[in-house]
């Protein structure tokens, strides 16, 4: 049995080390792709050749954020003939009638807006952007939504890159209206400007496949109808349909300089809908495209890093397993020192930390010019504890995803929230959300507390650092659950 748990543990281990070693890669290229000559942005389209543009906001029950999107895209700096906007309308509450209040606002200001409603919600989002997409006038598609507020030159600024014929979709970086608003926002900023960063450049510098991130993005039309369209089939449509235009050869375009603000979850509960959704999707899309991807002749470099992209939300599953089998590891380590010397081996592994830190490090700079040190140490540890308190959670949503379980597309609450005075309590969209669950997490805490008073005794101080964070973060993600449980009338 000690000879199982090991070859288990080093097995997750070795993924996880391999994993930060292709985001160390990506690194390398991020870094290779600022040094390089700022390349230069196309020369902007006269207004005369502006071609026809639909922006589809998909939307299902937005009480509180949806006014704010359509006020920012009916502003749009385009000309109002060749701009078309479509509300796919899912909802079922009150939200329909202020859309079709603000609908009718804009119409009346000479505004092609239409009020896009479905009998059922079949399909979710991707059956809504299929359903608007048959109606559709433009030539391009941007698509944003709900908790978005995109700049007025969005489109002047991303419609030049597709003179290149190749180009199927143009992706513009999320940016955080409440990025100081607590704790928690802060650490999702964090972790998104490294996706947003060295992940999405670094893997477009390496002429590797990237993914349009379901909002912020404008498509080429004829891209999506030759992609095969929009399939519900995954909960991440937006990285299904990715992958299947890029494996037909289309081209594209992240443009990190253009930033594309949005809300961030304030709640734990609200976190754990979205990267459910995330998790599980990002494994049903491994599901279904892996095996085709490696067999493409895209080389080896580009396979490598296909497989963590479809297969990064795996790392939870390795990181929760790794973990479990931590504590059992003491035991083995001090009743058999003949392993000593395997053990020493794969402690190498370990190194692996180093190329993540470096990963996030490299992110930081690139977006807080001041003070950067300071707030890197005092936010990383922070993001590490918060995240390996949350791989239970993605861990069972990566499972489902790759056994194949469906479930329906879960939208994230949205607050309309930005400044700190700001209050989520009385959001009609909470609710009372304390499972199973929320107990397992609990007790998980308590396994790796319990793991330091048991390196402590054996005297093994090897693994006690990460048993504290294991420990504080499962405890944490219990805390910040509960919380917003009892808060929530």
Request: proline share 4%; net charge positive; with cysteine.
């Amino acid at each position: 049995m000690s000879y199982i748990i090991l070859l288990l543990y080093a097995l997750c281990m070795l993924f996880i080390f391999l994993y930060s070693l292709s985001q160390l890669h990506l690194t390398y290229w991020y870094l290779k792709k600022k040094k390089a000559a700022k390349q230069n942005a196309p020369t902007p389209i006269e207004t005369e050749d502006l071609p026809q543009v639909t922006i589809q906001l998909p939307v299902y029950n937005e009480l509180y954020v949806i006014e704010r999107l359509i006020d920012a895209v009916a502003q749009f700096d385009y000309p109002k003939e060749k701009l078309e906007i479509q509300v796919l309308d899912d909802s079922t509450d009150k939200t329909v009638e202020i859309i079709a209040n603000k609908v009718a606002f804009w119409q009346a200001k000479g505004i092609d807006i239409q009020h896009v409603q479905r009998d059922n919600r079949k399909g979710y989002k991707a059956g809504a952007l299929k359903y608007g997409m048959k109606r559709a006038k433009g030539e391009f598609i941007a698509i944003f939504d709900a908790d978005f507020v995109p700049a007025k030159d969005f489109l002047l600024k991303t419609l030049p890159y597709f003179k290149n014929e190749k180009i199927g979709v143009v992706q513009t970086r999320w940016g955080h209206l409440n990025k100081d608003y607590s704790l928690l926002t802060k650490l999702q900023a964090f972790g998104l400007d490294a996706h947003f960063s060295i992940e999405q450049v670094g893997r477009s510098a390496a002429g590797s496949f990237i993914n349009f991130n379901g909002t912020a993005g404008i498509w080429r039309k004829n891209c999506i109808i030759d992609a095969g369209g929009w399939q519900p089939d995954t909960l991440t449509e937006d990285l299904d349909l990715s992958y299947r235009a890029q494996m037909r050869g289309w081209q594209f375009e992240f443009l990190e300089d253009l930033e594309s603000p949005a809300e961030l979850p304030v709640l734990m509960p609200a976190i754990k809908s979205q990267q459910f959704r995330w998790n599980k999707g990002a494994a049903e899309t491994a599901r279904k495209h892996l095996g085709t991807v490696l067999k493409k002749p895209i080389g080896a470099v580009n396979k490598v890093h296909a497989f963590f992209h479809l297969l990064n939300s795996s790392i939870f599953v390795f990181l929760l397993f790794a973990a479990l089998l931590s504590i059992p590891m003491l035991f083995i380590k001090y009743n058999h020192p003949e392993l000593q010397v395997f053990i020493n081996i794969g402690s190498i592994l370990f190194f692996g930390f180093f190329s993540i830190t470096l990963f996030y490090w490299v992110a930081t700079k690139q977006f807080e010019k001041q003070k950067t040190l300071p707030l890197f140490i005092k936010t990383y540890p922070v993001f590490l504890t918060i995240t390996m308190g949350l791989s239970l959670h993605n861990a069972l949503a990566v499972l489902e995803g790759l056994l194949g379980f469906k479930s329906p597309f879960v939208r994230t609450p949205k607050f309309n929230i930005t400044q700190l005075k700001e209050s989520w309590k009385g959001n009609i969209y909470l609710k009372k959300s304390f499972n199973w669950l929320n107990l397992l997490e609990a007790l998980m805490g308590l396994y790796f507390l319990a793991g330091i008073g048991i390196g402590i005794y054996l005297k093994d101080y090897g693994l006690m650092i990460f048993h504290i964070m294991l420990g504080l973060g499962f405890l944490s993600v219990f805390y910040y659950s509960v919380k917003a449980a009892v808060a929530v009338k």
